[in-house]
């Protein structure tokens, strides 16, 4: 079993769906990032979060630590939000490595 | 300024070249990273440099070698690789180091070995 899994693996919606991408991790975390990955680029911190929840325009990040659960929840989506979310923790035995989810690829239909 | 840049974005090299990838941040950070992405696959960390001095390196072959000149730069160079070398190759950044920081990465070099 991973340290951290995401679910759906893949994502389709149409435009203007509300979506949720969850993580689940099984170790100790200090934070849990979630990152966007576009095709053939690089990669964007969306948020960093060891309690309670964020905000950032559309996305929302939430944490439970007693459940060891995140999600992640984008309202009002949009085809520019087509892109591969993953989630990461970090904290456990290495200071600098993280723990990286598989990724959720996401589609959003006009 | 937010953004690590990367060059090239693409390479191609043979098993014989000598190359090298090229990251700089200007935004202060005093930790930055090399990592290898597979296609489909989430980033594996290679090389970690904090404060100038490579404070991990995950393991990797020789034929890779980082070198952090400064604060603001970081380099890998490539040497005798092998077709399995071939990857998405990502520089990022953070404040001091540590998996409690937020990363900001650069949009990589896509590295195809022939």
């Known amino acids: 079993k991973n340290e951290v899994e995401q679910s759906p693996q893949n994502l389709t919606a149409q435009e203007g769906e509300f979506i949720t991408i969850n993580c689940s991790y099984s170790?100790?975390?200090?934070?849990l990032h979630w990152l966007q990955q576009h095709p053939g680029g690089g990669i964007v911190s969306l948020f960093m979060?060891?309690?309670?929840?964020k905000k950032h325009g559309r996305l929302i990040a939430t944490i439970n630590i007693q459940e060891k659960h995140s999600s992640l929840h984008i309202t009002a989506s949009h085809p520019r939000d087509s892109a591969v979310y993953i989630c990461a923790v970090g904290g456990g035995d290495s200071n600098y490595q993280l723990i990286w989810g598989a990724g959720t690829k996401l589609i959003i239909k006009p | 300024d937010t953004e690590v840049t990367q060059t090239p974005k693409h390479l191609v090299m043979g098993m014989t070249n000598k190359k090298s990838l090229k990251c700089e941040q200007h935004m202060g950070h005093r930790a930055m990273y090399w990592y290898k992405q597979k296609a489909k696959k989430p980033p594996e960390l290679m090389f970690v440099y904090s404060y100038e001095k490579l404070s991990i390196n995950e393991s990797v072959p020789s034929r890779f070698s980082p070198e952090c000149p400064n604060s603001s730069l970081l380099n890998l160079h490539l040497h005798a690789l092998q077709p399995e070398d071939s990857a998405l190759y990502l520089c990022a950044s953070s404040w001091g180091g540590g998996a409690n920081e937020k990363l900001f990465f650069g949009s990589g070099t896509q590295l195809s070995v022939l």
């Open positions: 170790v100790g975390i200090s934070a």
């Open positions: 979060l060891s309690s309670g929840k």
